[in-house]
């Protein structure tokens, strides 16, 4: 029972124009979504996270959007870059409680950016 | 600098070997994780540990323990491995609210 799901396997965008990136979730609890990024032969790191009481947020270039009532959130990269090309995992989480910050994840989306 | 540190970062294991993977962090967080990632299924969590000296479950415990040595260092422990266990191990770790840190991985394949 995959409870986030990034149904898109791969993305590939030109340099210069919007990459959207996209994930579903099924489980209610969660209230709190990251976005990390992943290099090959590394781990992923952090990139944008936004918490169920809002529906954007926004760091440079990366925006994230938040649709509660559909369960869908989206990165949005705008302008996309080579050096963007990498993995995008989707998490989810349920802060509080007995979540102690477990997360949840996507299957990942490989971007790739030409120049 | 190191933040989360994995060891070793390479492995290759016969089946029924024993091994014991290290993670150590230097950022003072009170959590620790341990996830596996396998091609087409994202991230899975194995075991974590709220703080020093509780560990629990994840989502895909068997087969393997996992001990709280001390704040800084969470082991995993594959006590009979299996060609089923090969994979990419990652360790992270989190302070309070903030989103989790990773290290870059243990490759790991059993034959």
């Known amino acids: 029972d995959q409870q986030v799901k990034q149904n898109s396997p791969s993305l590939s965008v030109q340099e210069g124009r919007i990459s959207i990136l996209n994930c579903d979730y099924t489980?209610?609890?969660?209230?709190?979504f990251l976005w990390y990024k992943k290099y090959p032969a590394e781990g992923p790191t952090f990139l944008i996270s936004i918490s169920s009481i809002k529906d954007k947020n926004e760091d440079g270039r990366f925006t994230v959007f938040l649709n509660k009532s559909a369960k869908h959130l989206s990165l949005h990269i705008v302008p996309s870059q080579p050096g963007d090309s990498a993995v995008y995992f989707c998490a989810a989480s349920a802060i509080g409680g007995t979540s102690y910050g477990k997360l949840t994840f996507g299957q990942g989306t490989i971007l790739t950016v030409h120049p | 600098n190191a933040g989360v540190t994995q060891t070793p970062k390479f492995q290759v294991l016969k089946t029924g070997q024993s091994m014991t993977l290290q993670c150590a962090q230097d950022m003072n967080h009170n959590s620790m994780y341990w996830y596996r990632q396998d091609p087409g299924m994202g991230l899975r969590l194995i075991y974590y540990s709220a703080s020093e000296g509780t560990t629990d479950k994840g989502e895909v415990p068997n087969g393997y323990n996992v001990s709280r040595l001390n704040k800084r260092e969470f082991s995993l422990r594959l006590e009979s491995a299996a060609p089923s266990q090969t994979s990419v191990y990652f360790c992270?770790?989190?302070?309070?609210?903030?989103?989790?840190?990773f290290g870059d991985g243990t490759r790991l394949s059993i034959l």
């Open positions: 992270a770790s989190r302070q309070n609210n903030q989103p989790q840190h």
């Open positions: 489980n209610s609890m969660f209230d709190y």
